[in-house]
């Protein structure tokens, strides 16, 4: 079973709405990410927060804005987003940066 | 460019086969990792292993990470439907994690 928990698990968005994903851990996790997936390929990191700091920033569009508002929790909001923006966005955390990752189940999204 | 790359790909097996799959690297891993991702599911870690030589057994699976912890295999014995999934290697080296290009199994009953 995970323990990271992501919501909501399936979200539709139009090209001017916005909205966010949500992500929690109370492993005793500082290192969270947020990674996108697309069909049976690997998962693409997007961005990573160390210590409640994003130390990473894959050179995603800014219409993908991470947040990390305490050590538990991570936000990714998201605005005018594209079709192609449609995916699988994996929350995920480690102890620390470069330690084992552990996923949450995902949220499944589709930009219409 | 991938550091982690995988074969095979793609790989569909009749229920009761034997398989192995492969991740390799022409760079030194600290430790690497295995998961396995069903559709519509996050990967779920099945594995973690650290030293060279190292053999790790999870029921059906085994795993083996290389002596110079550049690859490591995953072999399944007398597969079942239910392995059926995305399998994933992944593991930091250097100042970065990196995921393996990936296996899609499919076990057809």
């Known amino acids: 079973d995970t323990e990271v928990t992501q919501t909501p698990k399936h979200l539709v968005m139009g090209m001017t709405n916005k909205k966010s994903l949500k992500c929690e851990q109370h492993?005793?996790?500082?290192?969270m990410y947020w990674y996108k997936q697309k069909a049976k390929k690997p998962p693409e990191l997007m961005f990573v927060?160390?210590?409640?700091?994003?130390?990473i920033n894959e050179s995603v569009p800014s219409r993908f804005s991470p947040e990390c508002p305490n050590s538990s929790l991570l936000n990714l909001h998201l605005h005018a987003l594209q079709p192609e923006d449609s995916a699988l966005y994996l929350c995920?955390?480690?102890?620390?940066?470069?330690?084992?990752?552990?996923f949450g189940e995902g949220s499944w999204l589709t930009v219409v | 460019t991938q550091l982690l790359e995988q074969s095979p790909q793609f790989l569909s097996i009749q229920e009761g086969e034997n398989l192995t799959v492969y991740c390799n690297s022409s760079?030194?891993?600290?430790?690497l990792q295995w998961y396995r991702q069903e559709p519509g599911e996050g990967p779920v870690l099945l594995v973690t292993?650290?030293?060279?030589?190292e053999v790790k057994k999870l029921k059906r699976l085994t795993f083996q990470f290389g002596d110079a912890r550049k690859d490591s295999s995953l072999h399944i014995t007398a597969a079942q439907p239910g392995d059926t999934g995305l399998y994933l290697c992944?593991?930091?080296?250097?100042?970065?994690?990196?995921f393996g290009t990936g296996t899609s199994l499919t076990v057809i009953p």
């Open positions: 995920a955390s480690s102890l620390r940066v470069l330690n084992t990752i552990y």
């Open positions: 492993m005793g996790h500082r290192a």
């Open positions: 927060y160390s210590y409640e700091k994003l130390s």
């Open positions: 760079s030194v891993f600290s430790s």
């Open positions: 292993v650290v030293t060279g030589g």
């Open positions: 992944a593991g930091a080296s250097g100042n970065q994690f990196y």
